[in-house]
C-alpha cells in the first residue's frame, strides 16, 4: 500500500524568499531521501471554495509502504529534511500521512 | 502548466458510509470528467504535526491546464460531479487550485 507524505504549508510573510529556500534548498533535501519513491509539489494558487487560501504550497512524497516511510524519516537525509522543514514551515503548517488508493 | 484540483474532506459524522458513497458514486463521477488526465485519493491516517487530524481524505484531479479544468467543470459530467460534492462535503472541506511543479 503506496502512502504519501502531505505537507500544507501556510502562506509565509515573503512567499518569493519561502520559494527561494524551498526549490534550491529543501526540494535537494528530499530528492535526497532513501526510500523515496516521487515527489510532488506546487504552489496553491486559487480557493475554489470561497473560503481563504490558507496554504500557500502542497508537497507529497510518496513511499513504497508506512515501514519505507518511517526508515526514510529515520535516516540522516530525512533528519536534514525535518529540520529544514522545521526552519522553513510557516506557522499552522500540516503534515499528514496519507494512503494512496489503487 | 498541469494543474490540480486538491480537494480537502472534514471528517464526515459517518466515516464508513462516506467512503462507502465516496467509492461507489463519486470516483465514477469523477471519472467520466472530460479532460481529467488522472485522479489520485486516500485517507489522511495520521497528522504527523500532533495537531488533529482535520481531513478524512484528499482527492487530486489533474487537468493539462487551467482552460482544461475549466472546460472540466463547465462540462454536465463536472457539474453532475460537483452537484454529488455539495451532497457529501462534511462542513469546512477545503477545494484548492494548485499548479504542479515539473
Redesign the interface.
Known sequence: MTV???VLYTLPDDPDAFDEHY?GTHVPLVSAIPGLQRA??????????G?E???HR?AELYFADQDALGAAFGSPEGQATAADYQKIAPPG?????????D
Do not use: W
Not at 510532488?40 to 471554495?49: C, F, K, N, R, Y
Not at 503548517?93 to 488508493?101: E, K, L, P, W, Y
Open positions: 504519501k507524505l502531505v526549490l510532488e509539489t506546487g504552489p496553491l494558487v486559487t480557493a475554489l471554495d473560503g487560501r490558507t496554504y502542497i503548517s500540516r503534515m499528514f500521512i496519507a494512503h494512496v488508493d
